[in-house]
């Protein structure tokens, strides 16, 4: 499909069709990276949390320091005004942004009343419900709130992400399991993380060291109201090779199977399979 017609783009008040340029050189994050996003969905007709991710946007502004432009309600409805420019059955990562236009203080801060906003829609299919990933470890770690913006989806962090999934890929894996500063599990390089283990499910605590995510939490609630025990807490590698199931939560495909952590292989069991059908089932009821 040409991006031209698997993208559009909302900025300045209305919708181009394809990648439009929306940055200028000497715009605050072109060149020192004041970027935030955040990233929706929309899969068999539905764009369940839309809200929330679009309050988050903001919030991600301004824990750089930006203004935003938009009410959450309002870049709801221009997401809306844009989906309608898709086939209803269309698959759509949903990516609302924005970043620093002026420099301010030192010319290294950016000035937060000058800020650039756009919706980018995009034609992305959501993985089918067979697929699944490998995990091993890696060198790089997820900073803390003293280092970067961790308080932010921030696209500054993404480099560090890249180079996480680099090295899996070098070694033959598809992900990677990413310990925080102190060396305990925070996530993988692209997604929050579950496991199983004896009937009850454990994900690592939100220590501020990455973003506890919208779906992450949505998983949670949905699997303690299904009557399963859910305990967010620190865990360690070990407890991932001890673990009996692995899934991964993140907006992108909302539940994806682990098959294996380096050489620990598990099978996807049925807490995995649950928290994707209570998913499913609550989407399509409040999506």
């Not at 949390?49 to 502004?61: P, W």
């Not at 924005?98 to 034609?123: H, K, M, R």
């Not at 925070?186 to 605590?205: H, W």
Request: charged share 20%.
């Amino acid at each position: 499909m040409a991006i031209s017609e698997n993208i559009r783009t909302w900025f300045e008040g209305t919708w181009h069709k394809g990648n439009v340029a929306i940055m200028r050189a000497a715009d605050h994050g072109s060149w020192l990276g004041s970027t935030v996003f955040d990233g929706a969905r929309q899969f068999e007709g539905l764009t369940p949390d839309l809200l929330a991710h679009c309050q988050r946007v903001n919030r991600s502004a301004m824990a750089l320091g930006l203004t935003p432009t938009q009410t959450p309600e309002r870049i709801m409805e221009i997401v809306q005004e844009g989906l309608a420019l898709f086939a209803k059955e269309a698959s759509v990562y949903i990516r609302p942004m924005y970043w620093g236009i002026e420099n301010g203080l030192g010319g290294i801060v950016p000035q937060e009343d000058s800020t650039g906003f756009a919706v980018c829609l995009e034609e992305y299919p959501m993985a089918s419900a067979e697929a699944s990933v490998t995990l091993t470890t890696t060198r790089f770690h997820r900073p803390v709130l003293d280092d970067a913006v961790v308080n932010a989806k921030a696209g500054s962090l993404y480099p560090n992400n890249a180079r996480m999934l680099r090295e899996a890929a070098a070694k033959g894996f598809g992900n990677a399991l990413v310990a925080d500063a102190l060396g305990n599990v925070a996530e993988t390089a692209t997604a929050n993380v579950f496991m199983a283990r004896d009937g009850e499910l454990f994900t690592p605590v939100a220590n501020g060291t990455f973003l506890a995510g919208i779906t992450r939490a949505r998983h949670i609630r949905l699997l303690r109201g299904a009557g399963k025990v859910v305990h967010e807490t620190v865990l360690t590698f070990d407890d991932f090779h001890s673990a009996d199931e692995v899934f991964l939560s993140g907006n992108m495909n909302k539940v994806t199977p682990v098959t294996a952590f380096e050489d620990t292989c598990y099978q996807v069991g049925p807490l995995t399979r649950l928290a994707r059908e209570l998913y499913w089932d609550w989407a399509h009821s409040n999506g």
